[in-house]
């Protein structure tokens, strides 16, 4: 990458770069630390650390950071209350750990010149395997058998099963796809944007003083866009989290 | 908080536990897509293309080991369109009840 660009270039922001390598694991297997993982573990430590604080010191009457823990934990406890029912609460580390885990690295995405790891399919695919993945295990070995009950649901004519059936498995298998696009997408987009309208203000100004208006206004926009980013960041966590207890919820109750 | 009149707690409490109570039916709240347009197409793009390729999949799968070609790929990339359309209404389906939900509750808080 050439310097001179990397300033205004809008895919720099994307780069994986190596901290320190740990090449061939097994022969094979590049296991590299790279500020990828680093900005993954920056994320775990702050969510670890905020909870784990929040609940250090309790009282009755809670402080700030005490009441944002409780929350936090109401917030994500009435979401999979509202949609798997008491029952779901089962999975509430599960879906309380994915929320803020990709909370936490949405927003430390938002903060200029940091990484944002949910903006690489990799990582966003690898928690949409996840949750299919425990929705299948967890479905077939509370139902047995009557987990397939979901590709078929009942009161059709025999004959339509023939077409609903592949049509259902189809959308079960793009379950996780649409989610880890879904996350994937909006970050990459959003965060290429910001980088764009924030690049043609600093590269308006540099071309002269004609240009300063609309200078201006590709600033006010990447401002506004700031804003909205947030607003997405936050809604992106939301989306995954609601869909991992609509997907969790299908586990637990396939026929309906 | 601190502020609000204690008399009501029966009532805040009441609404507490109506809030506990599973809505299964309001399952998939998905307010991105109420919020702004990019997100929407965003929404109905991901569901049709995940579904179409999760279809051609299926069927370049099947294919390969049944020895089918081209059979397997043209009809499971029907029912790959076909289940990209249905995604596409289910969604949609959803955004609008989302969107009759919210305005209903406005109209409560009025």
Redesign the interface.
């Known amino acids: 990458m050439f310097p001179t660009f990397a300033a205004t270039d809008p895919i720099a922001q994307f780069e994986v770069k190596r901290i320190f390598e740990i090449e061939n694991v097994l022969g094979r297997y590049d296991l590299s630390f790279t500020n990828a993982s680093a900005y993954m573990v920056l994320g775990v430590t702050f969510v670890a650390g905020l909870f784990w604080y929040s609940a250090s010191r309790t009282s009755l009457v809670p402080n700030r950071i005490q009441s944002l823990g409780e929350i936090g934990y109401e917030f994500v406890a ?1 979401m999979i ?6 029952e779901g609460l089962r999975f509430f580390p599960f879906v309380f750990t994915l929320f803020f885990f990709i909370l936490a690295a949405n927003m430390i995405g938002m903060v200029p010149y940091a990484f944002t790891t949910t903006s690489h399919i990799v990582v966003t695919g690898a928690l949409a395997l996840l949750v299919i993945g425990i929705v299948i295990v967890y479905g077939l070995m509370k139902n047995g058998l009557g987990f397939f009950k979901l590709f078929a649901p009942s009161g059709a004519p025999w004959w339509i099963y023939l ?1 609903l059936i ?3 498995i ?2 079960f ?2 379950r996780p ?2 989610l880890a ?2 996350l994937f ?2 970050m990459l ?1 959003g965060h290429i944007m910001l980088k764009l309208f924030a690049g043609f203000a600093v590269s308006l100004l540099g071309a002269g003083a004609v240009y300063i208006p609309i200078a201006a206004l590709s600033f006010g926009m990447g401002v506004a866009l700031n804003a ?1 980013e947030f ?2 960041a936050f ?2 966590a ?2 995954f989290a ?2 991992t ?2 997907y969790l ?1 299908d586990a637990l109750h396939p026929a ?1 | 908080m601190g502020e609000e009149n204690p008399d009501d707690l029966g009532e805040r409490i009441r609404r507490a536990q109506e ?6 039916d ?7 897509t109420a ?2 347009a ?2 929407l197409a ?2 109905y793009g ?2 049709f ?3 179409v ?3 051609l999949f ?1 069927g370049l799968i099947i294919d390969h080991f049944f020895n089918t070609e081209p059979w397997g790929v043209l009809i ?1 990339l029907g ?2 369109l ?2 990209g359309i ?2 596409v209404i289910r969604a949609y389906n959803k955004i609008n009840a989302d969107i009759a939900d919210m305005t209903a509750s406005a109209d409560d808080r009025d």
């Open positions: 009435d209350r509202g949609v798997a029912g008491e077409l592949p049509i259902e189809i959308s298998l793009a796809l649409t696009l879904r997408a909006n987009a909205l607003l997405v809604l992106q939301y989306v609601i869909l207890c609509v919820n309906h | 809030a506990r109570k599973p809505q299964a309001k399952a998939e709240e998905t307010p991105e919020v702004n990019g997100g965003l929404r991901t569901e293309a995940a579904n390729t999760v279809g299926l499971m029912f790959g076909a289940a249905l995604g």
